[in-house]
């Protein structure tokens, strides 16, 4: 192999990931020069990466191709800081957060319901936060042409909740995902309290058709659960981006009316499901 010419063995290595054009670094300097050159890591970037990459909010500095790569394997704020951009490190695949601000939510123009503020721990410069609803609607539209072709995504909303959040214990959701006339529909706890004092806040607020359902499908609705960085996420579903262009639409709609309050709703995140 140390005799084929650099540019065929970049050639090679652009058949791998970018995880495993690393680590063939180490083999030789033939495989090292090769790992490092434009041509190599010009294949793991996206078609698009010119717009992407004006598209920052804060410019981007790089003197290569790989130095692009790794720079954008750390998330960055895109559309005005409205959307979070980045490459998985591994594969290459493309992940987006649609912020709150780019999600339609029911009444989150009257200040009396919802607030839009900054918090010190989000990526983005304000979040949407509930002030009181009986009922709740948030919807998300990305295309399948902005992600990466013939790979599945899994789709979760990034919230928390406040030391004064009511009523969301009880909240139970409708979440789906739809490409095209495929739509994928789940159920999913806005807040999860300990077993018993989810059973008690049932039994007073289940709505009649959340009642319909049968008892054993309650294993199947999805819950928050934490993410690294300390935020929670509930998972709203999966789809297959394929290799043409579809918008993707994202619901999480109540299933009842309970009065509820002190949901934190950071974004919605679309990234590549792991094998």
């Known amino acids: ?16 990931s970018p995880a495993e054009a690393s680590r063939c670094s180490v083999v030789s300097s033939t495989f090292r020069s090769a790992s ?14 010119h717009d992407i990459v004006s598209r920052a909010l804060v410019p981007l500095h790089f003197s290569s191709n790989k130095d692009l790569f790794f720079a954008v394997s750390h998330p960055i704020l895109i559309d005005g800081g409205n959307k ?11 992940s987006y957060i649609l912020s709150a601000r780019e999600l339609s939510i029911s009444w989150s123009d009257s200040p009396l319901l919802w607030s839009w503020m900054p918090v010190p721990e989000s990526r983005f410069p304000v979040v949407a936060v509930l002030r009181t609803v009986s009922w709740l609607e948030i919807e998300g539209k990305i295309r399948t042409g902005s992600l990466s072709p013939s790979t599945w995504y899994g789709v979760y909303m990034i919230m928390k909740v406040s ?10 959701s409708r979440v789906s995902v739809g490409v095209g006339e495929q739509v994928k529909n789940g159920r999913a706890y ?12 049932k039994l ?6 959340e009642s319909e359902e049968e008892e054993d ?17 509930i998972r709203v579903g999966e789809f297959f981006s394929g290799k043409s262009d579809e918008e993707v639409r994202i619901r999480v709609t109540e299933l009842g009316y309970q009065l509820k309050g002190g949901l934190i709703l950071e974004g919605i995140e679309v990234r590549p499901k792991q094998n």
């Open 36 to 49: 490092d050159s434009d041509m190599l890591w010009q294949s793991f970037l996206p078609s698009d990466y």
């Open 204 to 209: 007073f607020y289940r709505d009649e058709r």
């Open 84 to 94: 979070s951009f980045k490459l998985e490190k591994s594969s290459g695949k493309k």
């Open 163 to 172: 030391v004064r959040a009511y009523g969301l214990e009880s909240a139970v």
């Open 1 to 16: 192999m140390d005799a084929l010419p650099e540019d065929c063995v970049s050639a090679i290595l652009s058949h791998t």
């Open 190 to 201: 806005l807040w999860h309290e300990p077993e018993k004092t989810q059973k008690m806040k």
């Open 217 to 233: 499908d309650e294993e199947r609705v999805a819950i928050p659960c934490k993410r690294e960085d300390g935020w929670m996420e």
